[in-house]
């Protein structure tokens, strides 16, 4: 007991003194101390290792050979442990030892430092002492030769002014000005001791001079220029004026600039006179005299005194400059004072020369003296409003006289407001001429093109103009003209010999024309007419946008999100929409007749199922005549093409559907006349494949019908043939006939079934009985899933008919053709894999609904079976027919 509880407190001690290392410290080790061992895992359990070395009573026989392995491996652990221990009993001994040795080395070590700063601070007072005479020689020195430059510029000072004295009143400006600048940098000099009198004297005697030798100077410019002589001194020459203008280069600059004043008003007075308001002259219509007098005198003055003025002061360009400013207010004040003479051929006349006048200086000057540093060799280029490259060196003198057009530039935008109406009634006049489209080889009307061409024009002008309000006012009246051409000529355009007992008013003769009814058909040159309009109409709307994106270009920032021509691209979508609405309604109209005569038919009176009838013949005719027309004229308009056809048999379909449920298919028995029933399968099919191939009727080119017009067409045409197919299944039994209607017509309303239900000629007693058996069908059928969608009805179809597919499996299936997402070159009869019911399973599925009603009371009733016999023998003959009818 002793022994057990003294274990346990030495494991105790041990798990109270075990080392927990972290992580980082256990992944080092594991690096450093590489084991495959598992008893060095940092998560080793004894129990499980036991298990391990002895999975089963078997294993046991080895356990003596472990444990004395176990020992061994103890027994060198420990004389490890031991080794290790034992290394470390001295390393304390050798680190003091270390450490005694270092701080002796340190000792030593700062000794010597200390030895050395020592050594240099006595070396420094040594070199102090050796330098100290030096340094106040070099003092002296210093201080004695300042002296004796002041004493020379003082000298410089005294001697200068009194010889300058003795040169300006002798006017020798020649040699005045090296002694004028040596004496005026030497008085800068002498600033920092103006505190002494003396000095200040001398200063003041120095500007004295300097103001004294400006007022000199002028007085000798005036009386050089002058008419007339007002002193006793003689006038400078030429070369004197020269050195003069070199002195006041280094006078005041406000000497030169007053001077340069005073030179350049002398010379434009002149011109004042010659050009003032009251002077004939002086108007615009002799505006290049202007510009051609400062050529003349440019000249003169470069020839004469060119040499006096140094090239630095710019004479000439600030002639210039000047001569700019004054025109510019002499124009503004005569053209607000003669608003009233001024036209726009004067206008454009007066700024077309101003423009090359001032292309002309900017080529000459450089333009420094308004501010513009523009080094020949960093010039830059853009390009202008008409295309064109422009450097930007040509814009120096840019408005510096026609700034004061903008002002007046209002009569300019009148101008081309009324070039507009009169264009305008130009293309009236035109349009009411016959568009020949095979000369003009386009079926865009030439007065569009003309137009945007004179919009671009006057785009290009105003742009050279001004890009700011003129601009914006211009994009107006490109509006309002847009809008004009819109109602005047397109509109109008629409107004044929058939339609003139209409309203005049353009929009409401498209409006009016609309909604007749028993409007007369287009002659060939009336679609011709609706066509060119419709391209050109389409032609408007793409340029008005290109129109748009180009002014927002050319404007002013300001006005860029002012420009909105949104209204106008609407008008003319307005205007295509009613061509296509007129070519729709012609078409229609075309077939009106026919639709009549189809529903005057006594078809409960047919007794035999040939070809097809009459009408649709005539429907097919009246496509062939007009859609070709149509069609080649919009050749460069597809897709309004495209949205013709959809538009059309959106409307004719319904209104056939509405024709179909007029037709009496029942005999005066009761039952149904199938013979009636088929043919008008037949000819509903008929029309079908006539509107399929619609697109291309007529044309020499295979091209695929529109995927989404195919499948509206399919989809309208299948309904009418669900429509006879219903009417064609007996009533009784009345449950039966429900599903049926259900099946092949599962959107169905109730007052389509009651238009049906008047087809079979079913009292209003019996109708009223099948309605209600109709609304509880549908609406188990709705609650049970029951009902079927439209794409299920082509499926239902075949089953009910497999044995009519079996016997034509191998003929052609347009119906399939035309219900297919991949449709076929229109408008050939290549078989595809079929996507819905085809053709003649449609129309043999009449028999099988007959036939299945018939079996169904065969049971009943012998004379029904003979009934179904009959009806297969004529599906039969109606097979052959089709045959020949579609090889």
Request: proline share 2%; net charge negative; with cysteine.
């Amino acid at each position: 007991m002793e022994s057990k509880s003294s274990n346990e407190a030495e494991a105790s001690v041990i798990a109270n003194n075990k080392i927990h290392f972290s992580n980082e410290v256990k992944h080092v080790i594991d690096k450093v101390l590489k084991s495959d061992d598992p008893m060095d895992a940092p998560d080793f359990n004894c129990v499980d290792y036991i298990n391990q070395l002895f999975p089963n009573e078997q294993s046991l026989v080895t356990i003596d050979e472990t444990i004395q392995r176990m020992q061994c491996e103890v027994s060198l652990i420990d004389d490890n442990i031991r080794s290790v221990v034992r290394g470390q009993t001295n390393t304390g001994q050798d680190g003091q030892l270390a450490l005694c040795e270092a701080q002796k080395v340190i000792s030593t070590l700062y000794e010597h430092i200390i030895d050395v700063k020592t050594r240099a601070e006595r070396t420094e007072e040594m070199v102090k002492e050796i330098t100290r005479d030096i340094k106040q020689l070099d003092c002296a020195k210093r201080n004695l030769t300042s002296a004796i430059t002041t004493l020379n510029h003082l000298h410089m000072l005294v001697g200068g002014i009194e010889s300058l004295e003795i040169l300006i009143e002798k006017r020798l400006y020649g040699e005045i000005l090296n002694p004028l600048q040596a004496i005026t940098e030497v008085n800068q000099h002498f600033q920092q001791y103006s505190d002494i009198e003396e000095i200040k004297n001398l200063s003041q005697s120095v500007d004295k001079i300097q103001i004294s030798l400006a007022h000199q100077i002028t007085e000798d410019f005036k009386e050089a220029f002058s008419v007339k002589k007002s002193s006793n001194h003689p006038r400078l020459g030429l070369n004197q004026l020269g050195d003069a203008c070199k002195v006041i280069s280094v006078l005041d600059p406000k000497v030169k600039k007053d001077l340069l004043k005073w030179f350049i008003a002398q010379q434009l007075e002149e011109y004042l006179h010659l050009f003032h308001e009251n002077q004939d002259i002086a108007w615009l219509d002799k505006i290049d005299k202007r510009y051609a007098w400062l050529k003349r005198h440019l000249l003169d003055f470069e020839d004469k005194f060119g040499a006096v003025f140094p090239l630095d002061w710019e004479v000439s360009e600030r002639i210039t400059v000047e001569f700019c400013r004054l025109t510019r207010e002499q124009l503004s004040q005569i053209m607000n004072k003669r608003v009233n003479e001024i036209d726009v051929r004067l206008l454009l006349f007066a700024i077309n020369k101003t423009q090359a006048f001032e292309q002309l200086l900017s080529k000459r000057f450089t333009g420094v003296t308004l501010g513009i540093n523009n080094d020949n060799q960093n010039t830059s280029s853009f390009t202008s409003g008409d295309g064109q490259l422009v450097n930007s060196a040509l814009l120096v003198f840019h408005d510096q006289i026609g700034s004061c057009f903008k002002a007046h530039l209002d009569i300019y935008i009148r101008s081309i407001d009324r070039n507009l109406a009169e264009l305008i009634e130009k293309f009236v006049e035109q349009a009411k001429e016959p568009f020949k489209v095979g000369e003009a080889k386009s079926t865009v009307y030439p007065s569009s093109a003309d137009l945007f061409v004179f919009y671009k024009k006057c785009m290009v002008q105003c742009n050279q103009l001004s890009n700011e309000q003129p601009m914006y006012e211009l994009a107006l009246v490109f509006k309002k003209y847009l809008r004009e051409y819109a109602s005047k000529v397109l509109d109008m355009s629409l107004l044929t010999r058939d339609m003139q007992n209409l309203s005049t008013a353009a929009g409401q003769v498209i409006h009016n024309f609309l909604k007749e009814g028993d409007a007369q058909r287009f002659s060939k040159g009336d679609l011709i007419r609706i066509c060119c309009v419709l391209t050109t109409a389409e032609y408007c709307l793409e340029t008005v946008q290109q129109l748009e994106d180009k002014l927002k270009e050319k404007v002013a920032a300001a006005y860029v999100n002012k420009i909105d021509m949104s209204e106008e691209k609407d008008v003319f979508h307005r205007i295509i929409s009613n061509c296509i609405q007129l070519l729709v309604q012609d078409l229609e109209t075309g077939c009106e007749s026919f639709l009549q005569a189809m529903s005057k038919v006594q078809w409960q009176s047919i007794s035999n199922v040939g070809d097809q009838s009459s009408f649709i013949t005539g429907m097919c005719a009246n496509f062939k005549q007009t859609v070709p027309v149509i069609r080649d004229n919009l050749a460069s308009s597809r897709k309004y093409f495209t949205q013709f056809c959809h538009k059309f048999v959106n409307v004719f379909i319904p209104k056939y559907i509405n024709v179909l449920y007029k037709c009496k298919l029942t005999l005066s028995d009761g039952c149904n006349n199938v013979l009636g029933c088929e043919q008008l399968l037949l000819d509903t099919h008929s029309l079908k494949t006539a509107l399929l191939d619609l697109p291309s009727i007529g044309s020499s080119v295979n091209r695929k019908a529109p995927t989404s017009y195919t499948k509206v067409v399919v989809k309208d045409m299948t309904r009418a043939e669900m429509i006879i197919k219903v009417v064609m299944t007996p009533v009784q039994p009345s449950a039966h006939f429900t599903q049926q209607v259900l099946k092949l017509l599962p959107d169905i309303t109730i007052a389509e079934y009651q238009k049906i239900l008047d087809m079979k000629a079913v009292k209003r007693v019996d109708q009223l009985q099948l309605i209600d058996l109709f609304k509880r069908t549908a609406s188990t059928a709705a609650a049970a899933g029951l009902s079927d969608n439209t794409d299920s009805i082509s499926t239902d179809a075949e089953q009910q008919n497999s044995t009519a597919n079996a016997l034509d499996s191998t003929n052609d299936n347009i119906m399939a053709d035309a219900t297919s997402t991949e449709m076929s070159t229109y408008p050939t009869n290549v078989p595809v894999n079929a996507t819905s019911t085809p053709k003649r399973a449609f129309i043999f599925s009449v028999g099988n609904f007959t036939g299945s009603a018939n079996s169904s009371a065969g049971d009943k009733n012998a004379d029904n079976s003979s009934q179904s016999s009959g009806d297969r023998g004529r599906i039969r003959k109606l097979e052959n027919l089709l045959k020949k009818r579609l090889p």
